[in-house]
């Protein structure tokens, strides 16, 4: 895995300073922003026969709506993962309080000092099953998306069989990604917090960036360990293929 690389490669192209104030524009634009986004960079990484890092093609708002149907069906992915994270996260809110609750009310009528250390407790080990459970979420998350991402089809992405055999081949990898985002999404949210909060708009368009070139990395380690490729949609395309033949 090439971490650094997926930071670097983005200033590598000559328009790297519009792409990115153009990237933190869609920012900030509710829902639509993100997706905007996702699609242009989608489309650079997968809708392209040269992998050049300094051929990656510019930010171009006159395909702002190609853009949002690239960027639509990985979000409707997300949508549906995410009703089901917050569901469990209201579900462990629900049990914390009720703990916390039940252990502060003893603690009140016995005068028990131990009830507030099985309180502090509980809550620790819920605390370290969500911790759990959003690491292992990042990890299903991850096939769906990419064959969202890659197919441009909302149903074809729910590919089971597909998920459990990209998840074992490349676990490990799915892993160390989302917690190299994680790390690296801290240290540069705070960097750009510093600069009047202005920042972190332009560092939400290069993690974005990272997360689809760590995506494709990935996916190149899927393949090459015997996995079964996912047909590339057309629609990720700019320009059309070259005709067989041509120079």
Same mark, same amino acid.
């Given at each position: 895995?090439?971490?650094?690389? !997926?930071? %670097? ?16 524009? /869609? ?20 809708? +392209? ?15 702002? =709506?190609?853009?949002? =149907? ?7 992915? !997300? &949508? ?9 996260? #209201? ?26 250390? #099985?309180?502090?407790?509980?809550? &620790? ?9 959003? #690491? ?14 890659? &197919? ?8 089971? +069989?597909?998920?459990? +055999?990209?998840?074992?081949? %490349?676990?490990?990898? /799915?892993? =160390? !990604? ?11 949210? %705070? ?5 009047? /909060?202005?920042?972190?708009?332009? #560092? =939400? /368009? ?28 057309? %629609?990720? +395309? ?10």
């Amino acid at each position: 895995m090439r971490y650094l690389d !997926s930071l %670097t490669d983005f200033f590598k192209s000559p328009r790297w300073m519009m792409n990115l104030l153009l990237g933190a524009v /869609c920012s900030l634009i509710p829902l639509v922003g993100p997706m905007v986004l996702h699609g242009w960079l989608i489309g650079g990484f997968w809708g +392209r026969d040269n992998p050049d890092p300094a051929t990656f093609p510019e930010f171009d708002f006159n395909r702002f =709506t190609k853009y949002l =149907t690239r960027g639509l069906w990985p979000m409707l992915v !997300s &949508l549906v993962f995410g009703l089901v994270l917050a569901v469990v996260i #209201v579900a462990l809110e629900v049990v914390g309080m009720a703990v916390l609750a039940v252990t502060v009310g003893d603690g009140h009528h016995g005068g028990n000092e131990a009830s507030g250390v #099985v309180a502090v407790l509980v809550m &620790l080990v819920l605390f370290l099953f969500y911790l759990v459970f959003i #690491v292992g979420y990042m990890l299903v998350l991850k096939p769906f998306m990419l064959r969202a991402d890659l &197919l441009q089809d909302f149903g074809a992405a729910f590919d089971f +069989r597909f998920a459990v +055999r990209f998840i074992k081949l %490349t676990w490990v990898e /799915c892993l =160390t !990604s989302s917690l190299f985002l994680m790390a690296a999404g801290f240290v540069l949210m %705070t960097a750009g917090m510093l600069v009047l /909060c202005i920042g972190m708009y332009f #560092v =939400t /368009c290069a993690l974005y960036f990272m997360m689809v070139h760590l995506n494709k990395q990935i996916y190149q380690i899927y393949l090459a360990r015997g996995g079964e490729p996912v047909p590339i949609s057309p %629609t990720l +395309r700019d320009e059309p293929p070259p005709m067989p033949g041509w120079g």
